[in-house]
Protein backbone atom coordinates (compact mmCIF):
# COMPACT_ATOMS: atom_id res chain seq x y z
CA UNK A 1 0.00 0.00 0.00
CA UNK A 2 1.73 3.67 -0.99
CA UNK A 3 1.00 6.19 1.69
CA UNK A 4 1.35 9.59 1.82
CA UNK A 5 4.82 11.75 3.28
CA UNK A 6 2.27 14.07 5.29
CA UNK A 7 -0.91 14.31 7.00
CA UNK A 8 -3.20 16.52 8.16
CA UNK A 9 -3.19 17.24 11.97
CA UNK A 10 -4.75 19.52 14.34
CA UNK A 11 -2.14 21.16 16.80
CA UNK A 12 -2.10 24.16 19.32
CA UNK A 13 0.76 26.46 19.42
CA UNK A 14 -0.21 27.37 23.13
CA UNK A 15 -2.63 26.54 25.61
CA UNK A 16 -5.88 27.89 25.75
CA UNK A 17 -9.49 27.76 25.36
CA UNK A 18 -10.86 25.91 22.15
CA UNK A 19 -9.99 28.78 19.85
CA UNK A 20 -5.69 27.73 20.21
CA UNK A 21 -6.84 24.09 17.91
CA UNK A 22 -5.48 24.82 14.64
CA UNK A 23 -5.12 23.13 11.13
CA UNK A 24 -1.76 22.08 10.26
CA UNK A 25 0.31 19.56 8.48
CA UNK A 26 2.64 16.80 9.41
CA UNK A 27 4.99 14.03 8.62
CA UNK A 28 3.62 10.49 9.23
CA UNK A 29 4.48 9.04 12.26
CA UNK A 30 7.28 6.23 12.28
CA UNK A 31 6.25 2.90 12.84
CA UNK A 32 8.54 1.45 15.32
CA UNK A 33 8.65 -2.44 16.70
CA UNK A 34 6.06 -2.88 18.47
CA UNK A 35 3.51 -0.75 16.64
CA UNK A 36 0.85 -0.56 13.72
CA UNK A 37 -0.12 2.57 11.76
CA UNK A 38 -3.43 3.38 11.68
CA UNK A 39 -5.55 5.37 8.84
CA UNK A 40 -8.11 6.90 11.44
CA UNK A 41 -11.20 7.22 10.72
CA UNK A 42 -12.42 8.58 13.71
CA UNK A 43 -10.97 9.98 16.99
CA UNK A 44 -12.84 10.11 20.39
CA UNK A 45 -12.86 13.43 22.23
CA UNK A 46 -12.15 13.35 26.03
CA UNK A 47 -11.98 15.15 29.28
CA UNK A 48 -8.25 14.83 29.31
CA UNK A 49 -8.09 16.04 26.03
CA UNK A 50 -9.50 19.11 27.30
CA UNK A 51 -7.22 19.22 30.48
CA UNK A 52 -3.99 19.18 28.12
CA UNK A 53 -4.81 21.82 25.92
CA UNK A 54 -5.29 24.02 28.94
CA UNK A 55 -1.52 23.14 29.84
CA UNK A 56 -2.23 21.02 32.94
CA UNK A 57 -1.72 17.47 31.75
CA UNK A 58 1.43 16.63 29.45
CA UNK A 59 1.68 14.23 27.27
CA UNK A 60 4.47 11.46 29.02
CA UNK A 61 8.02 11.21 27.53
CA UNK A 62 7.70 10.15 24.19
CA UNK A 63 4.56 10.54 23.14
CA UNK A 64 3.10 12.37 20.63
CA UNK A 65 2.19 16.20 21.54
CA UNK A 66 -1.34 16.16 19.26
CA UNK A 67 -4.40 15.49 21.34
CA UNK A 68 -6.19 12.55 20.87
CA UNK A 69 -6.36 9.40 23.33
CA UNK A 70 -8.11 6.92 21.22
CA UNK A 71 -9.31 6.12 17.30
CA UNK A 72 -10.72 3.89 15.19
CA UNK A 73 -9.50 3.21 11.75
CA UNK A 74 -7.65 0.50 9.96
CA UNK A 75 -4.11 -0.77 9.75
CA UNK A 76 -2.12 0.46 6.72
CA UNK A 77 1.53 -0.46 8.06
CA UNK A 78 3.13 -3.00 10.38
CA UNK A 79 5.84 -2.60 13.39
CA UNK A 80 8.83 -5.35 12.23
CA UNK A 81 7.78 -7.55 14.44
CA UNK A 82 4.11 -7.99 14.03
CA UNK A 83 2.60 -11.04 13.65
CA UNK A 84 -1.15 -10.60 15.52
CA UNK A 85 -2.60 -7.77 13.07
CA UNK A 86 -2.63 -7.69 9.43
CA UNK A 87 -2.68 -4.64 6.92
CA UNK A 88 -6.46 -3.75 6.36
CA UNK A 89 -7.67 -4.79 9.64
CA UNK A 90 -10.39 -2.43 11.42
CA UNK A 91 -9.19 -1.55 14.72
CA UNK A 92 -10.15 0.95 17.42
CA UNK A 93 -7.55 1.56 19.61
CA UNK A 94 -6.03 3.68 22.81
CA UNK A 95 -3.11 5.98 21.90
CA UNK A 96 -0.93 7.49 23.87
CA UNK A 97 -1.45 10.93 21.82
CA UNK A 98 -1.60 11.82 18.36
CA UNK A 99 -5.14 10.62 17.29
CA UNK A 100 -6.29 14.14 15.87
CA UNK A 101 -4.12 12.87 13.18
CA UNK A 102 -5.04 11.30 9.65
CA UNK A 103 -2.63 8.47 10.85
CA UNK A 104 -1.65 7.55 13.88
CA UNK A 105 1.30 5.29 15.74
CA UNK A 106 -0.01 2.87 18.35
CA UNK A 107 1.37 0.11 20.62
CA UNK A 108 -0.48 -3.19 18.25
CA UNK A 109 -0.94 -4.32 22.03
CA UNK A 110 -3.01 -1.81 22.81
CA UNK A 111 -5.26 -2.63 19.61
CA UNK A 112 -8.79 -4.37 20.24
CA UNK A 113 -10.93 -5.64 17.18
CA UNK A 114 -14.11 -3.71 16.17
CA UNK A 115 -16.81 -5.51 18.18
CA UNK A 116 -19.65 -7.00 16.60
CA UNK A 117 -22.72 -4.93 15.98
CA UNK A 118 -20.65 -1.59 16.61
CA UNK A 119 -19.60 0.38 13.00
CA UNK A 120 -16.03 1.46 12.75
CA UNK A 121 -16.87 5.17 12.93
CA UNK A 122 -18.72 4.55 16.47
CA UNK A 123 -15.88 2.33 17.81
CA UNK A 124 -13.40 5.14 18.36
CA UNK A 125 -15.58 6.17 21.42
CA UNK A 126 -14.74 2.87 22.76
CA UNK A 127 -11.41 2.85 23.88
CA UNK A 128 -10.44 5.36 26.25
CA UNK A 129 -13.52 5.17 28.23
CA UNK A 130 -13.49 1.17 28.26
CA UNK A 131 -9.74 0.85 29.18
CA UNK A 132 -10.73 3.19 32.20
CA UNK A 133 -13.77 2.29 33.60
CA UNK A 134 -12.48 -1.35 33.29
CA UNK A 135 -9.01 -0.72 34.79
CA UNK A 136 -10.05 1.05 37.57
CA UNK A 137 -13.61 -1.18 38.85
CA UNK A 138 -14.10 -4.75 37.58
CA UNK A 139 -9.71 -5.77 36.42
CA UNK A 140 -8.58 -7.88 38.50
CA UNK A 141 -11.25 -7.18 40.91
CA UNK A 142 -13.72 -9.86 42.86
CA UNK A 143 -17.05 -7.42 43.08
CA UNK A 144 -20.59 -9.34 44.54
CA UNK A 145 -23.09 -9.18 42.51
CA UNK A 146 -25.90 -6.94 43.21
CA UNK A 147 -23.45 -4.44 45.36
CA UNK A 148 -24.67 -0.74 44.57
CA UNK A 149 -22.91 1.08 42.38
CA UNK A 150 -23.07 5.26 42.07
CA UNK A 151 -21.91 6.55 38.83
CA UNK A 152 -21.55 10.56 39.18
CA UNK A 153 -21.89 12.46 35.73
CA UNK A 154 -23.58 9.36 34.48
CA UNK A 155 -24.82 11.08 31.00
CA UNK A 156 -21.26 11.67 30.22
CA UNK A 157 -18.50 9.17 28.42
CA UNK A 158 -16.96 7.95 31.65
CA UNK A 159 -20.68 8.02 33.02
CA UNK A 160 -22.58 6.08 30.31
CA UNK A 161 -19.89 3.26 30.26
CA UNK A 162 -19.55 2.72 34.04
CA UNK A 163 -23.70 2.55 34.05
CA UNK A 164 -23.25 -0.14 30.99
CA UNK A 165 -20.94 -2.52 32.12
CA UNK A 166 -22.41 -2.07 35.65
CA UNK A 167 -25.26 -3.31 34.83
CA UNK A 168 -24.39 -5.67 32.14
CA UNK A 169 -22.05 -7.11 35.17
CA UNK A 170 -25.02 -7.54 37.50
CA UNK A 171 -24.58 -4.22 39.58
CA UNK A 172 -27.31 -2.07 41.22
CA UNK A 173 -26.56 1.48 39.48
CA UNK A 174 -27.05 4.61 40.64
CA UNK A 175 -26.24 7.62 38.68
CA UNK A 176 -26.22 11.30 39.18
CA UNK A 177 -26.71 13.42 36.26
CA UNK A 178 -28.01 17.44 35.73
CA UNK A 179 -30.83 17.15 33.63
CA UNK A 180 -34.26 15.15 33.30
CA UNK A 181 -33.14 14.27 29.63
CA UNK A 182 -29.94 12.82 30.76
CA UNK A 183 -31.43 11.20 33.40
CA UNK A 184 -33.46 9.28 30.84
CA UNK A 185 -30.68 8.65 29.19
CA UNK A 186 -28.79 7.07 32.47
CA UNK A 187 -31.85 5.24 32.72
CA UNK A 188 -31.83 3.57 28.90
CA UNK A 189 -28.01 2.80 29.87
CA UNK A 190 -29.48 0.54 32.42
CA UNK A 191 -29.20 2.76 35.62
CA UNK A 192 -31.60 1.16 38.39
CA UNK A 193 -32.14 5.12 39.59
CA UNK A 194 -30.74 8.03 37.96
CA UNK A 195 -30.58 11.60 40.53
CA UNK A 196 -31.25 14.86 39.25
CA UNK A 197 -28.18 16.98 41.39
CA UNK A 198 -30.12 19.99 40.36
CA UNK A 199 -32.94 19.09 42.17
CA UNK A 200 -32.39 15.42 44.53
CA UNK A 201 -29.34 15.18 47.01
CA UNK A 202 -27.84 11.74 46.41
CA UNK A 203 -26.61 11.20 49.82
CA UNK A 204 -30.20 10.39 51.58
CA UNK A 205 -31.09 8.50 48.62
CA UNK A 206 -27.88 6.24 48.74
CA UNK A 207 -27.72 5.90 52.61
CA UNK A 208 -31.43 5.28 53.30
CA UNK A 209 -30.24 1.68 50.95
CA UNK A 210 -28.01 0.87 53.74
CA UNK A 211 -25.16 2.97 50.76
CA UNK A 212 -23.21 2.50 48.00
CA UNK A 213 -20.25 -0.42 47.87
CA UNK A 214 -18.79 1.29 44.83
CA UNK A 215 -18.72 4.86 43.92
CA UNK A 216 -17.19 6.23 40.78
CA UNK A 217 -16.49 10.08 40.77
CA UNK A 218 -15.76 12.50 38.14
CA UNK A 219 -16.93 15.85 40.18
CA UNK A 220 -14.62 16.08 43.06
CA UNK A 221 -15.07 19.27 45.12
CA UNK A 222 -17.48 18.99 47.92
CA UNK A 223 -18.60 15.49 46.06
CA UNK A 224 -15.33 14.27 48.60
CA UNK A 225 -17.26 14.78 51.47
CA UNK A 226 -20.64 13.86 50.38
CA UNK A 227 -19.48 10.47 48.62
CA UNK A 228 -18.19 9.49 52.28
CA UNK A 229 -21.32 10.05 53.82
CA UNK A 230 -22.79 7.97 50.95
CA UNK A 231 -20.88 5.13 51.42
CA UNK A 232 -21.40 1.59 52.80
CA UNK A 233 -19.32 0.26 54.74
CA UNK A 234 -16.08 -1.23 53.18
CA UNK A 235 -16.68 0.45 50.06
CA UNK A 236 -14.64 1.78 47.06
CA UNK A 237 -14.20 5.49 46.41
CA UNK A 238 -12.61 5.58 42.58
CA UNK A 239 -11.35 9.20 41.86
CA UNK A 240 -10.91 10.23 37.84
CA UNK A 241 -11.04 13.84 37.97
CA UNK A 242 -12.03 16.79 39.27
CA UNK A 243 -14.13 19.50 37.43
CA UNK A 244 -15.35 21.05 40.83
CA UNK A 245 -11.39 20.97 42.05
CA UNK A 246 -9.15 18.77 44.04
CA UNK A 247 -8.37 20.46 47.28
CA UNK A 248 -11.08 20.18 50.06
CA UNK A 249 -11.40 20.21 53.78
CA UNK A 250 -12.23 16.78 54.66
CA UNK A 251 -12.55 15.06 58.64
CA UNK A 252 -11.03 11.46 57.69
CA UNK A 253 -12.50 9.71 60.75
CA UNK A 254 -15.41 8.36 58.93
CA UNK A 255 -13.38 6.70 56.24
CA UNK A 256 -11.39 5.08 59.92
CA UNK A 257 -14.73 3.90 60.78
CA UNK A 258 -16.35 2.30 57.60
CA UNK A 259 -13.00 0.91 56.72
CA UNK A 260 -13.02 2.94 52.78
CA UNK A 261 -10.61 2.85 50.24
CA UNK A 262 -10.30 6.13 48.46
CA UNK A 263 -8.35 6.02 45.41
CA UNK A 264 -7.73 7.13 42.11
CA UNK A 265 -5.69 6.70 39.02
CA UNK A 266 -4.55 8.13 35.20
CA UNK A 267 -5.09 5.86 32.88
CA UNK A 268 -2.32 7.54 30.49
CA UNK A 269 0.63 7.18 33.17
CA UNK A 270 0.03 3.23 33.47
CA UNK A 271 2.80 1.06 31.70
CA UNK A 272 2.34 -0.54 28.67
CA UNK A 273 1.92 -3.50 30.21
CA UNK A 274 -0.34 -3.01 32.30
CA UNK A 275 -2.64 -1.33 29.48
CA UNK A 276 -2.16 -4.77 27.40
CA UNK A 277 -3.52 -6.87 29.61
CA UNK A 278 -6.34 -4.79 30.32
CA UNK A 279 -7.19 -4.87 26.47
CA UNK A 280 -6.69 -8.52 26.58
CA UNK A 281 -9.39 -8.79 29.36
CA UNK A 282 -11.23 -5.84 27.35
CA UNK A 283 -11.47 -8.65 24.35
CA UNK A 284 -12.19 -11.78 26.88
CA UNK A 285 -14.83 -10.22 29.16
CA UNK A 286 -16.51 -6.89 28.06
CA UNK A 287 -16.54 -7.52 24.07
CA UNK A 288 -18.88 -10.08 23.46
CA UNK A 289 -21.35 -8.19 25.02
CA UNK A 290 -22.00 -6.01 22.24
CA UNK A 291 -23.04 -9.09 20.13
CA UNK A 292 -24.61 -10.86 22.64
CA UNK A 293 -28.32 -11.30 21.81
CA UNK A 294 -29.93 -8.56 22.95
CA UNK A 295 -27.15 -6.55 23.04
CA UNK A 296 -25.74 -5.79 26.39
CA UNK A 297 -23.36 -3.25 25.56
CA UNK A 298 -23.74 -0.28 23.34
CA UNK A 299 -22.35 2.84 21.66
CA UNK A 300 -23.20 6.14 22.97
CA UNK A 301 -22.23 8.46 20.17
CA UNK A 302 -23.67 11.73 20.87
CA UNK A 303 -22.20 14.19 18.20
CA UNK A 304 -19.67 14.23 14.71
CA UNK A 305 -17.50 17.25 13.77
CA UNK A 306 -15.17 17.24 11.03
CA UNK A 307 -11.56 17.36 12.25
CA UNK A 308 -11.00 20.72 11.24
CA UNK A 309 -14.21 21.97 13.61
CA UNK A 310 -12.38 20.04 16.27
CA UNK A 311 -12.52 23.96 18.42
CA UNK A 312 -16.54 23.17 18.00
CA UNK A 313 -15.93 19.43 19.21
CA UNK A 314 -14.07 20.92 22.56
CA UNK A 315 -16.46 23.94 23.28
CA UNK A 316 -19.77 21.46 23.19
CA UNK A 317 -17.67 19.28 25.37
CA UNK A 318 -17.35 22.12 28.08
CA UNK A 319 -20.57 23.27 27.85
CA UNK A 320 -21.96 19.97 29.67
CA UNK A 321 -25.02 19.63 27.44
CA UNK A 322 -23.44 16.50 25.60
CA UNK A 323 -24.72 13.26 26.55
CA UNK A 324 -22.14 10.17 25.90
CA UNK A 325 -19.51 10.52 23.30
CA UNK A 326 -18.24 13.16 20.69
CA UNK A 327 -16.40 12.00 17.95
CA UNK A 328 -14.05 13.88 15.16
CA UNK A 329 -14.36 11.78 11.81
CA UNK A 330 -11.63 11.93 9.17
Keep these: MSLPTQMKVIEMCEFGGPDVLNKGIRELPKVSAGEVLIKVRAAGVNGPDLV ?32 RWSVGDPVCALTNGGGYAEYVAVNARHCLPIPDGVNEQDAAGLPET ?146 SEVASDLIRTVWPLFGSSPPKLRTTTFAQFDLADADKAHTLMESGSKRGKILLTM
Design 130 to 275: YFTVWSNIFFNQKINHGSVFLVHGGSGGIGSTAIQIGAAMGLQVFATAGSADSCTFCEELGAYRSINFNKEDFVPILREIGGANIILDIVGGDYVVRNIRAAHADAKIIQLAFSLGSKIDVDLMPVMLKRLTLTGSTLRSRSDEFK
Design 52 to 83: QRRGHYPPPKGASDLLGLEVSGEIVALGSDQT
